[in-house]
């Protein structure tokens, strides 16, 4: 089992900052894919960033490209998001997932590990 802790969700005004953490425990060995997702209200669960954890490629989605970015830090088994020029439409529920292996990195269907998620909210 791999247990995932969040942090690092808030509240702020469109064009700041946030940094989002998500600390891995247990059989941390076995996971080669962690990542971002979020979800709105009323809306599905949108990847946002991955990264392959072997050799740091990184995935991002269409809508975050440019201005977030994924990295990890293999030592603390932990994965950042850093997240700039934010948008009152980046608004969500911020969820980790980590996976051994995927068919489609930001695809949230082949995770089975999962954060409680943490919130984002941007004021324009």
């Known amino acids: 089992q791999v247990q995932l802790v969040e942090s690092g969700g808030g509240s702020v005004q469109a064009g700041g900052s946030l940094r989002l953490s998500c600390a891995a425990s247990?059989?941390?060995?076995?996971?080669?894919?962690m990542g971002w997702f979020r979800q709105a209200p009323g809306k599905g669960r949108e990847g946002v960033a991955v990264?392959?954890?072997?050799?740091?490629?990184?995935y991002y989605g269409d809508s975050v490209t440019g201005r977030f970015t994924i990295s990890q830090d293999n030592a603390k088994n932990t994965v950042y998001l850093q997240m700039n020029n934010l948008k009152p439409e980046d608004t969500a529920m911020y969820y980790c997932a980590a996976a051994t292996r995927v068919l489609r990195a930001l695809v949230p269907e082949g995770y089975h590990y999962w954060g409680q998620g943490t919130q984002v909210s941007v004021s324009a």
């Open positions: 247990g059989y941390t060995y076995s996971i080669h894919y």
């Open positions: 990264i392959y954890t072997p050799d740091g490629i990184t």
